[in-house]
């Protein structure tokens, strides 16, 4: 069945050429009969840019019903919404947003579906690999490593940060990364680094030797395989990319997105 309404849906954050999200909701189009709307890509370097960007989508011709948000706004968004999620706020972190217009203007409403992302890759990685999940090695301290801490917690499976390099533990006192690293860690780096078109960079691995029973999820996913992915590999490791959170997270934002269209 083949629905008419015209609307648009897109993602907020800088830069986002590189993204694969209007590939991941054409199929959700297609496959729900939306002939009439689109995914665009909004290239916002400031979050202070906001509130002009959605005055001007005001004037559009399809509503823009939501957008997600990716690095670097995803904390800072948080100050411009009227409601948050109960999750979203445990996190302290938005990666999906509805859009309510009102007389006195856009009203937004945030979400985080990043968390069932990484809640799904990790269950995913356990069954590819036949081996729970013991510790973790978060590598950066943004909002996608918030999502990953909350799964953590909830699943209580201790971690570390390894930031800038300082390593610091769950209680967010600072500690030796070394002591944590153990014959089947799981490593899981948040930060842009190495993402396209920057594919040669790769953050400093000098703290860590890699064993062929580490595991690795970069949640880089653009390219395909990363630097950090290719260290892990070169060693015999288990490494997966971004792509399956992407993919999961997409499905849960699609869903909220369904529930605010025209």
């Known amino acids: 069945m083949k629905n008419q309404s015209a609307f648009r849906l897109g993602l907020v954050g800088h830069p986002?050429?590189?993204?694969?999200?209007?590939q991941l909701?054409?199929?959700?189009?297609?496959?729900?009969?939306?002939?009439?709307?689109?995914?665009?890509?909004?290239?916002?370097?400031q979050i202070e840019q906001l509130q002009d960007f959605l005055a001007a989508q005001q004037l559009a011709e399809a509503p823009l019903v939501g957008f997600n948000v990716t690095v670097p706004h995803k904390v800072a968004i948080i100050p411009l919404l009227s409601s948050i999620s109960v999750e979203a706020q445990a996190v302290g972190a938005v990666n999906t947003v509805l859009t309510k217009p009102e007389p006195t203007g856009i009203e937004l409403h945030g979400y985080n579906t990043d968390v069932a992302g990484f809640d799904r890759s990790l269950k995913w990685l356990c069954e590819q690999t036949?081996?729970?999940?013991?510790?973790?090695?978060?590598?950066?301290?943004?909002?996608?490593?918030?999502?990953?801490?909350?799964?953590?917690?909830?699943?209580?499976?201790?971690?570390?940060?390894?930031?800038?390099?300082?390593?610091?533990?769950?209680?967010?006192?600072?500690?030796?990364?070394?002591?944590?690293?153990e014959p089947n860690t799981l490593f899981?780096?948040?930060?842009?680094?190495?993402?396209?078109?920057?594919?040669?960079?790769?953050?400093?691995?000098?703290?860590?030797?890699?064993?062929?029973?580490?595991?690795?999820?970069?949640?880089?996913?653009?390219?395909?395989?990363?630097?950090?992915?290719?260290?892990?590999?070169?060693?015999?490791?288990?490494?997966?990319?971004?792509?399956?959170?992407l993919e999961q997270q997409a499905i849960a934002a699609w869903t909220l997105f369904q529930s605010n269209l025209p």
């Open 16 to 22: 986002v050429s590189h993204s694969q999200s209007p």
């Open 25 to 45: 909701f054409q199929r959700f189009f297609e496959d729900f009969g939306h002939t009439n709307a689109r995914y665009e890509l909004f290239d916002i370097p």
């Open 130 to 181: 036949q081996q729970p999940c013991s510790n973790v090695v978060i590598i950066g301290n943004g909002g996608s490593a918030k999502s990953v801490k909350f799964v953590l917690e909830q699943q209580q499976i201790p971690y570390v940060v390894w930031h800038r390099n300082q390593c610091f533990s769950q209680q967010g006192m600072e500690t030796n990364v070394s002591m944590h690293i």
């Open 188 to 245: 899981v780096h948040t930060t842009p680094v190495g993402m396209w078109p920057n594919v040669e960079d790769c953050i400093d691995l000098s703290w860590i030797e890699i064993k062929g029973t580490h595991r690795l999820i970069d949640l880089v996913y653009n390219p395909a395989e990363t630097q950090l992915m290719q260290h892990f590999l070169a060693a015999g490791a288990f490494a997966m990319n971004g792509k399956y959170m």
